[in-house]
C-alpha cells in the first residue's frame, strides 16, 4: 500500500482519537532462537521511527544450526504501525518465508478511512471490518508492550487474522528476575493460554519494555524460545 503523508492521518483517525508519538523507543534487538533447548536460529528485531510518525517493527530469523540451517531458514515479519491514544493500530504488514522448497507470504493493507482489513494469505484473499486499535499478529508485541509501558492491568486485543478479526487476552504470569545471554533483568511477564500452545513474553522496564524473554510451548511438546542477546538503542533514543 501507498504511503500516506502524515498529514492525511488526521482525516483518517475517528474522532476523539488522538495520534500520538510512539511510547516505545527505537531499538534493536539481537535474540538466540532455540527449539527444545538448542540453538536453530538467530532473531534480529528493528524497530525503527518514520518520518511520517507511524513506527516499523521488523523480525528477521536466520538459521544457524542443524536442519534449520540446511534448509536455509529465512523468515522476515514486518508490521508499520501509526499510534492512537498511545496505542498501535496497524497500517501495513507483511509475511515472508522461505525454507527448503517451501515458501509462505502474507500481507496485509489496513484501511482505515474504509474501515477495511484486505488479507492475502498466498492464493486465499479476504476482506474484513477494521476495529478501533485493530493489530495483525506481528504488532501484538508492540501492543503488550505499550499497554506495560502505561500501566495498564487488563490486556485485550482485536487481532487481524488470515480472515478475521479475533479476540486476543493476555494474563499476568508475574514479576520474575530473569537471565539472558544480555544479562539479568527485573521483568515483568505475561501470557496467553489456547488448547494447542501457550505463548509467554517476559518484558523489561529500564531498556522501554523490550521483550526480554519470548516462548511459545506446544502441546505436543516442543518449545520455541527467543532469548535477549544483545540490545541496542539509537543515540539519544534510550528509554
Given at each position: 500500500m501507498k504511503k500516506i503523508p502524515f498529514v492525511f492521518f488526521c482525516c483518517l483517525v475517528p474522532i476523539g482519537h488522538a495520534l500520538a508519538e510512539s511510547p516505545i523507543a527505537p531499538f534493536k534487538a539481537e535474540y538466540q532462537t532455540l527449539r527444545n533447548g538448542k540453538e536453530l536460529a538467530r532473531t534480529t528485531i528493528v524497530l525503527s521511527a518514520n518520518a511520517d510518525g507511524t513506527s516499523t517493527l521488523r523480525t528477521t530469523t536466520l538459521g544457524t544450526s542443524g536442519l534449520a540451517k540446511m534448509a536455509g531458514l529465512d523468515v522476515v515479519e514486518e508490521s508499520t504501525v501509526r499510534w492512537v491514544d498511545g496505542r498501535p493500530e496497524t497500517v501495513n504488514y507483511d509475511f515472508r518465508q522461505d525454507v527448503a522448497f517451501r515458501n509462505k507470504r502474507r500481507h496485509g493493507e489496513f484501511d482505515w478511512r474504509g474501515n477495511e482489513v484486505h488479507m492475502v494469505d498466498g492464493k486465499d484473499e479476504a476482506r474484513y471490518d477494521l476495529v478501533r486499535y485493530a493489530v495483525d499478529r506481528h504488532a501484538l508485541t508492540l501492543a503488550l508492550a505499550s499497554d506495560l509501558s502505561r500501566q495498564a492491568t487488563r490486556f485485550d486485543y482485536k487481532v487481524a487474522m488470515k480472515d478475521a478479526i479475533?479476540?486476543?487476552?493476555?494474563?499476568?504470569?508475574?514479576?520474575?528476575?530473569?537471565?539472558?545471554?544480555?544479562?539479568?533483568?527485573s521483568t515483568r511477564c505475561l501470557e496467553r493460554v489456547r488448547d494447542k500452545r501457550t505463548s509467554r513474553s517476559w518484558f523489561e522496564e529500564s531498556n522501554g519494555w523490550i521483550p526480554v524473554q519470548i516462548e511459545q510451548v506446544e502441546k505436543k511438546g516442543d518449545t520455541i524460545t527467543l532469548r535477549l542477546a544483545s540490545i541496542e538503542h539509537p543515540a539519544g533514543g534510550k528509554p
Open positions: 479475533e479476540d486476543v487476552t493476555y494474563t499476568s504470569c508475574g514479576d520474575e528476575k530473569l537471565s539472558v545471554p544480555a544479562g539479568s533483568f
